[in-house]
């Protein structure tokens, strides 16, 4: 019984030491400077830039966040008829698997750009006008994209 009570004693006590110091954390913040507090508080992650990769004339049309490791961005030309995807990540460094895919269902057709990189895996083109495209983005196991998704609005004939 004596180690159980000491157990609660030492419990109560980390118990009112925490609820002191919450009580105090508000004063001690207004306490803070501004420039301070701002670089103490958790920072939400930023999702990553579209770097321009597809070249001139692409227009991101859609595009997936990789949880906090980067995004994947699918882009669209109307003067080419063609979609591009590039993987992009968060902050570039030491080169990690990287996957930039994209695809239709009928016929079966996926172009995919895997690899090694420190900034971004792609560009991967693929002529899809008329059709649905399925497209992805994988950085270091975590994967992101979509399936079946802007769908042109011709309908086209393919062999």
Not at 33 to 60: D, F, I
Not at 117 to 131: C, K
Not at 136 to 145: D, L, T
């Amino acid at each position: 019984m004596t180690i159980i009570r000491r157990a609660s004693a030492i419990g109560a006590a980390v118990t009112a030491t925490a609820c002191a110091a919450i009580a105090l954390a508000p004063a001690a913040a207004a306490a803070e400077p501004t420039a301070q507090r701002a670089t103490t508080a958790p920072k939400a992650a930023a999702a990553a830039k579209y770097n321009g990769a597809c070249g001139g004339g692409y227009s991101v049309v859609n595009s997936a966040q990789i949880g906090t490791k980067g995004t994947v961005f699918l882009t669209y030309s109307s003067a080419t008829g063609k979609n591009c995807v590039v993987t992009v990540r968060t902050t570039p460094g030491t080169a990690v698997h990287m996957t930039a895919s994209l695809g239709f269902a009928s016929p079966t057709t996926t172009v995919s750009d895997t690899g090694y990189y420190t900034t971004y895996a792609g560009p991967v083109y693929l002529d899809a006008r008329g059709l649905c495209v399925t497209w992805r983005g994988e950085i270091s196991g975590e994967v992101a994209g979509k399936n079946g998704t802007n769908c042109g609005s011709l309908a086209a004939n393919r062999h």
